[in-house]
């Protein structure tokens, strides 16, 4: 949630388990916005909630908006899934996302004015065709969305594109020097500027073969570095 004078923006609405918006609005009574990092099911669950959401105008989104069926999402609500078990009056059996519309196209350098405070849409591509960066430049905050966190980044999905991700790290990594955090949609709270030139010069040495990942079943292989790994797979590499 970022909040300004004005109104208030949250950047994703998580997998739709239980509502969000009763949250949103005991943490602020200013009009909210929504723009998700991506439209992966985990991060547009709840946009169904508001009637003010941002989106780019993109087949990927596009074909997102109408929600994930329960085939999509049966191991999201599987008992091992909860800390405590499903939150009550939960389907499990029947749990899917709900459609949504977006009121607003946004796109690469567009602007939102939270009134006070300016964030900068920075479209990163990579881990999904519609993946985008906020910037808060008058603070030195960067959200990543998926892009980056100190954890596993998850980059094996069909829909992800090494190349765009790889090109979209060098853009990101141009802002490092003026950031004072970057803050993440998974794992991590936030994480150091300087780990993006550090996934940058990781994500080559992947893609150049330099450095040997760990096999995992699916296809899957793993790349470990210090703060984060690369989750990837043999087809896309």
């Given at each position: 949630?970022?909040?300004?004078?004005?109104?208030?923006?949250?950047?994703?609405?998580?997998?739709?388990?239980?509502?969000?918006?009763?949250?949103?609005?005991?943490?602020?009574?200013?009009?909210?916005?929504?723009?998700?990092?991506?439209?992966?099911?985990?991060?547009?669950?709840?946009?169904?909630?508001?009637?003010?959401?941002?989106?780019?105008?993109?087949?990927?989104?596009?074909?997102?908006?109408?929600?994930?069926?329960?085939?999509?999402?049966?191991?999201?609500?599987?008992?091992?899934?909860?800390?405590?078990?499903?939150?009550?009056?939960?389907?499990?059996?029947?749990?899917?996302?709900?459609?949504?519309?977006?009121?607003?196209?946004?796109?690469?350098?567009?602007?939102?004015?939270?009134?006070?405070?300016?964030?900068?849409?920075?479209?990163?591509?990579?881990?999904?065709?519609?993946?985008?960066?906020?910037?808060?430049?008058?603070?030195?905050?960067?959200?990543?969305?998926?892009?980056?966190?100190?954890?596993?980044?998850?980059?094996?999905?069909p829909e992800t594109d090494l190349d765009s991700y790889e090109?979209?790290?060098?853009?990101?990594?141009?802002?490092?020097?003026?950031?004072?955090?970057?803050?993440?949609?998974?794992?991590?709270?936030?994480?150091?500027?300087?780990?993006?030139?550090?996934?940058?010069?990781?994500?080559?040495?992947?893609?150049?073969?330099?450095?040997?990942?760990?096999?995992?079943?699916?296809?899957?292989?793993?790349?470990?570095?210090?703060?984060?790994?690369?989750?990837?797979?043999?087809?896309?590499?």
């Amino acid at each position: 949630l970022i909040v300004g004078s004005d109104q208030a923006l949250l950047f994703d609405t998580g997998l739709g388990l239980v509502p969000i918006r009763p949250v949103v609005e005991e943490l602020t009574k200013l009009p909210i916005r929504v723009l998700n990092s991506h439209t992966h099911y985990d991060h547009v669950g709840g946009n169904a909630e508001f009637d003010q959401v941002l989106a780019l105008d993109t087949p990927y989104t596009k074909a997102n908006q109408g929600g994930f069926l329960h085939g999509e999402l049966a191991g999201e609500v599987a008992a091992e899934s909860f800390c405590h078990g499903a939150p009550a009056g939960l389907d499990t059996a029947a749990f899917r996302t709900k459609a949504w519309r977006p009121a607003q196209l946004v796109a690469d350098g567009d602007t939102i004015d939270l009134g006070g405070r300016q964030l900068e849409i920075i479209q990163v591509p990579g881990h999904t065709p519609d993946a985008v960066a906020l910037l808060d430049r008058a603070n030195g905050l960067l959200w990543t969305g998926d892009s980056y966190y100190d954890a596993t980044i998850w980059l094996y999905v069909p829909e992800t594109d090494l190349d765009s991700y790889e090109q979209s790290l060098e853009k990101l990594v141009t802002l490092a020097p003026a950031l004072k955090r970057l803050l993440p949609a998974h794992n991590t709270i936030s994480a150091d500027p300087t780990h993006l030139r550090l996934a940058q010069e990781a994500i080559r040495s992947v893609r150049s073969g330099a450095v040997k990942g760990t096999e995992e079943p699916g296809n899957r292989l793993v790349f470990r570095f210090g703060y984060f790994s690369f989750l990837t797979s043999k087809p896309l590499l």
